[in-house]
Each structure stands twice: as structure tokens, then as C-alpha cells.
């Protein structure tokens, strides 16, 4: 297989930054629910990067939950990012959505959401993942499969019968955006990118950058 001479020609859309909204998150807004009504596959999916001892990147993919003044997701706190996040608490995001040949990227600071905010979205999980929380020393070494089905078999005959509370050690945090970058394809590799950059002032700033 030839790996080199994979191409895809980017020609759907352009972007300007005149026609961009002038708050990041509520473009974004925008752009998810483009995605979201184009059937993309799995369009709240979004990669995580974090930095851990030495400096030492990781990545992986979670799923975002919700939009306030920041980007929300959930996790376990005791996990790999979990750890790093509470040493390191900054942290990248990039969605790609190839269906419209479009790619995010967020970078900010971290926070914990309050617990009432954890609380709330747990109580709209399913049993299952509620379950799984309970169950999965996430990131942790285990033995074998029939480790976590042994653990999880034991967190369903407890919670029988009484409801499930969210574990303390289960949660969401806030990435608060200082700079978001929107990517739009475009034929030539003379593609389309438009970076807001959050000054001192609380107040954004777009500016288009090179291909």
C-alpha cells in the first residue's frame, strides 16, 4: 500500500472571516450542529490531549457533553488524564469532521465542574455506564477480561436495589478555551483557517492564519 499517495481534494466549502460569529463557542455551536444534521459519525467526539511527567504528551479520544462558557466532558479523575490534568491542568482539543472537511482545535485551562453538574448529567446515563463507573479502576493494570466482568457483576447485584449515586471519584471537567482554531479544507492544500485568540481583556480577536 501506498501510504504516500493517499490524496482527498478539499472542495466543499470556504470560510471567511467576516462571516464567522464573533464568539469562538458560538461558532462552534454552529459548526457541531452542521455536523450533527450531516449525520457525521460520532460528532461529539473530540481528541484529548493532555501533558504528563516530563512533559510527555498523551492523546485520546473522549466525548464532549456539553457547552457553557467552556467545552465539558467526563471521566474518570483517578485515571491516567485524570492525573495529569490535576498536575497539568491545560489541555488541547481537536475535532475532525472529514464529511464536511472541517477541524477544530481548542486549547485552555482546566477545571473540575461543580459536583451538582456531575450529578445532574450522571443521573441521564444509562444504567450500563453508570454501572461502569462503579465497576472500572480506569487506567489501573488488571489481570484479566473476567477481572472488570466480575467487578462490574458485583456493582449491579449492590445497586439492585437502590439508586446508583455517582462515585466521588467519577466527573466532568471544563476546558475554558484561549484559543480556537476553525480549519476549513479547500482545494491545492490552500485551505482555510481562522484562529480567536482571547486577549487580557476578555474580548476575542480573529485573524486568518496561513495554509
Do not use: C
Amino acid at each position: 500500500m501506498d501510504i504516500a499517495a493517499l490524496r482527498t481534494e478539499y472542495t466543499l466549502k470556504s470560510m471567511d472571516v467576516s462571516s464567522m460569529d464573533n464568539s469562538p463557542l458560538k461558532q462552534f455551536s454552529i459548526w457541531l450542529e452542521e455536523a450533527i444534521t450531516a449525520k457525521v459519525n460520532e460528532p461529539n467526539a473530540m481528541n484529548l490531549s493532555t501533558t504528563g511527567e516530563m512533559h510527555k504528551p498523551k492523546s485520546r479520544i473522549v466525548l464532549l457533553k456539553d457547552i457553557d462558557n467552556g467545552f465539558i466532558f467526563y471521566t474518570n479523575y483517578q485515571s491516567n488524564k485524570g492525573k495529569q490534568l490535576l498536575e497539568f491542568p491545560y489541555a488541547a482539543l481537536t475535532f475532525f469532521w472529514p464529511e464536511l472537511q472541517r477541524q477544530v482545535r481548542i486549547e485552555g485551562k482546566i477545571e473540575k465542574v461543580s459536583p451538582e453538574i456531575s450529578d445532574s448529567y450522571f443521573k441521564t446515563r444509562p444504567k450500563s455506564s453508570q454501572i461502569g463507573a462503579w465497576a472500572s479502576p480506569q487506567s489501573q493494570e488488571i489481570p484479566n477480561r473476567e477481572f472488570i466482568e466480575s467487578k462490574e457483576a458485583e456493582m449491579i447485584e449492590k445497586f439492585r436495589h437502590e439508586p446508583i449515586v455517582r462515585p466521588e471519584h467519577w466527573g466532568g471537567y471544563r476546558l475554558i478555551p484561549e484559543s480556537v482554531e476553525f480549519w476549513q479544507g479547500r482545494a491545492s492544500r490552500l485551505h482555510d483557517r481562522i484562529l480567536y485568540t482571547n486577549t487580557r481583556s476578555g474580548k476575542w480577536t480573529k485573524a486568518r492564519l496561513a495554509p
